[in-house]
């Protein structure tokens, strides 16, 4: 589908931008605004959002004089919030889609808009900082297990360090103003935090799935339950980068001599494609009822329907339903971590494990030591039968020696 110029998609939004050349003036006026797609019920009330957008800033942009209101004051401090502003500015720029704009949003809950870069530099600012960010993160809205994983705060830190470093190219921050003078291209100051994994994932027990599958029968939502289930089988998809972006155009079906269902896609956080994996029943036969309806459409995706909202919606619904809140909570993104702890508990080898779900070696060794309930009783009951057998045969021995 062909967008109108100045809007594009990237990501999981609509990046609308509008540009004018000023006499006299090196750098182009620049209009820059984000329209997510999650805020809204289907792609094409976002797209029609994306164009009243377009418009105002055309409108914005030919205003007499509207270009002297944005022409920025000669400085010899950087000030944080406008600093920030200019780098997700040329960020938009170079086509660079990333989360800055949230991670801005996030460090100004901490840092007052108008302080000095050079006064940002102090100990207490840089632990303090870590403080709120964690806070931040974990009463986030779409935090729905209020869990904390140290990759958020360290993703916010290193928004900080490239407004730094933009500072000291700019001549907005001198070097040594930086917490850490001694690593003016590294740290700064600002190190990372060690990572520690989000702790409370929940896996989804068959049980549990069963009785959301039925929950949403009952309330007619077959495309969630295929969703569902496609989830929970559909090798880790990440849910707003894969999930979303899924078309029927990634599954290769059997053909001639060649029955074999297979599926290739992008995986965002490799950014490699996933290679043609072999899909299993559940999803074959989800394929075939949605292949035609898929094909028949311009985005060709397999839901449509499921926005990552709904998605979240119908969830929150059904877990509240079953009595799945609290410590037992479960949301959409539980599928991939599922998925994974399903494989291991299954024993499949590490390296397939890692192929399949699109994780590294190391994080696939970690699934081996995230035993369930049932697999240790399992396990129990399998040395108390060979302890059974190892007594029993001891008997045998002994009653043979006495003859």
């Not at 072999?278 to 839901?303: C, G, H, W």
Request: with cysteine; proline share 3%.
């Amino acid at each position: 589908m062909e967008l109108p110029k100045g809007i594009e998609k990237r990501g999981n939004s609509f990046k609308v931008v509008t540009r004018k050349r000023i006499k006299g003036e090196v750098k182009p006026l620049l209009l820059a605004g984000s329209i997510k797609l999650e805020d809204y019920d289907s792609f094409d009330e976002a797209l029609a959002e994306a164009k009243k957008l377009k418009d105002l800033q055309v409108k914005q942009i030919s205003t007499t004089g509207f270009n002297n209101t944005l022409k920025k004051k000669i400085r010899t401090v950087g000030i944080l919030g406008e600093v920030m502003k200019e780098v997700c500015e040329e960020k938009l720029e170079k086509n660079s889609s990333s989360n800055h704009d949230d991670y801005a949003k996030d460090i100004l809950q901490y840092f007052p808009r108008d302080i000095r870069l050079d006064a940002m530099q102090t100990q207490d600012h840089y632990k303090n900082f870590k403080i709120k960010m964690k806070e931040v993160i974990l009463h986030r809205p779409n935090n729905h297990l209020g869990t904390y994983n140290s990759r958020s705060l360290n993703k916010r830190l290193g928004f900080l360090r490239e407004c730094f470093r933009y500072g000291i190219k700019h001549r907005y921050l001198s070097v040594d103003k930086l917490l850490d003078p001694a690593y003016p291209s590294g740290h700064m100051g600002w190190k990372d935090d060690a990572t520690i994994e989000s702790k409370n994932k929940n896996v989804i027990t068959p049980q549990v799935e069963q009785d959301i599958v039925d929950e949403a029968i009952f309330d007619g939502e077959q495309e969630f339950v295929d969703a569902f289930r496609w989830l929970l089988n559909g090798f880790g998809m990440r849910l707003e980068f894969e999930f979303q972006k899924f078309t029927i155009d990634n599954i290769t079906f059997p053909r001639g001599l060649d029955k074999k269902f297979t599926i290739n896609f992008f995986r965002n956080k490799t950014k490699k494609w996933s290679g043609d994996l072999p899909m299993n029943e559940v999803t074959q036969e989800i394929a075939l009822r949605y292949r035609e309806k898929a094909f028949a459409r311009a985005d060709k995706k397999l839901f449509p329907n499921m926005t990552k909202r709904k998605l979240r919606t119908l969830f929150d619904r059904y877990t509240k339903r079953l009595g799945l809140v609290g410590d037992k909570k479960i949301t959409p993104y539980c599928t991939k971590h599922t998925f994974v702890t399903r494989l291991a508990e299954n024993k499949v080898p590490v390296k397939t494990i890692s192929v399949l779900a699109g994780i590294t070696v190391e994080t696939a060794l970690g699934y081996y030591n995230q035993v369930s309930d049932e697999s240790m009783v399992e396990a129990m009951q399998s040395l108390e039968n060979d302890s059974s057998k190892v007594v029993s045969m001891i008997g045998h021995n002994r009653k043979v020696g006495n003859k």
